[in-house]
């Protein structure tokens, strides 16, 4: 656990049962909507997190994420499409996925500077590995899952008044506890 408590560990560790029960009492779009939703607005901010070497962090954006894809491939009975038919949107989600680790070749080497503001000591930042290219594009990857997915299960015109209801209505139950933490 980089940062966070007992309990928020607990939380990212449980969701992927919640997700499961997602995915086996409701119809495939709402099951998608609540993963994504519920994970957004109720499980621990980043800093709570699991970050393994050569991977994503595991945090409340990328749970959510790799259970929406791992729970499509295996529960539902519709194979996905996960790549856009036309070659522009290919390009662009290629594009999207893989141009972080042009960022990391670039940035292989180690910054020091001293800044008058620190008079002690200098701020040192280490240079990014090949093994970081690896992680930044699978974080970019479970990024865009939600948005692929969305695509395939949240195309017809029931599913899209399922979105508008499930926005508003975690908009209604979010503002309970804001005006909590208002008060």
Known sequence: MTE??????FVLIAWPLVAIL????????????ANIIVAYLFLPPIPAGFDFPLLPPLNKDSIPNIMLIILCMTMTKVRMEWMPRHWIARILVLTFVFSPALTVFTN?????????????????????????????????ALFLAPML???????????????????????????????LEVR
Not at 4 to 9: L, P, V
Not at 149 to 173: G, I, P, T
Request: proline content about 5%.
């Open 108 to 140: 292989t080497e180690e910054v020091f500077y001293n800044d008058p503001v620190f008079i002690t000591q200098g701020v040192w930042l280490p240079g990014l590995k090949f093994s970081e290219a690896i992680a930044i594009c699978l974080q970019q």
């Open 4 to 9: 966070g408590n007992i309990i928020a560990g």
């Open 22 to 33: 997602f995915f086996k009492l409701l119809p495939v779009g709402r099951a998608v909507l």
């Open 149 to 179: 997915v969305a695509r395939h299960f949240l195309a017809n015109e029931k599913d899209q008044k399922d979105v508008l209801a499930a926005l508003v209505l975690s908009a209604l139950v979010y503002t309970l506890p804001a005006l």
